[in-house]
């Protein structure tokens, strides 16, 4: 109940309370504190095949060129934030966040139909 409210709260929100949300979704870390918005990375979540049991690191920032996930770009950025790992117990095929708007990370909302994602400039080779 708590993590349905902090999730249509919006990204601000999510920011401050990432620890329990990283909690509710049994992911490893939690974004650092940051003031700075993530870079829209693509206009559209990314689908893909995870395996059960392996770590991954879901890109926060938008800088990253393997999206959905994280290359480290993170810390070239002044952003301030860092990836989010998570741990699927088995294997399936989700839809990974690829505007970085989500109010449900890593997994995609919706959220990239809306207008200010869609008029966003990304890069050319998403
Ligand atoms: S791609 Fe970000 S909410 Fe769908």
């Known amino acids: 109940m708590v993590t349905q409210l902090l999730y249509r709260a919006g990204p601000a929100v999510l920011k401050r309370n990432s620890c329990?949300?990283?909690?509710a979704f049994r992911v490893q870390s939690c974004y650092s504190s940051?003031?700075?918005?993530?870079?829209?990375?693509?206009?559209?979540?990314?689908?893909?095949?995870?395996?059960g049991g392996k770590?991954?690191?879901?890109c926060t920032c938008g800088y990253s060129k393997k999206q959905p996930f994280c290359d480290g770009?993170?810390?070239k950025s002044s952003l301030g934030l860092s990836p989010l790992r998570f741990t699927l117990e088995e294997a399936k095929t989700v839809w990974l966040c690829g505007c970085k708007q989500t109010h449900n990370p890593p997994y995609c909302d919706g959220t990239h139909k809306q207008d200010f994602v869609q008029e966003a400039e990304v890069p050319a080779q998403q």
């Open 73 to 75: 770009s993170h810390k």
């Open 20 to 23: 329990i949300l990283a909690r």
């Open 55 to 58: 770590r991954y690191s879901w």
């Open 34 to 51: 940051s003031t700075t918005e993530p870079k829209i990375a693509a206009k559209h979540p990314f689908k893909v095949d995870l395996e």
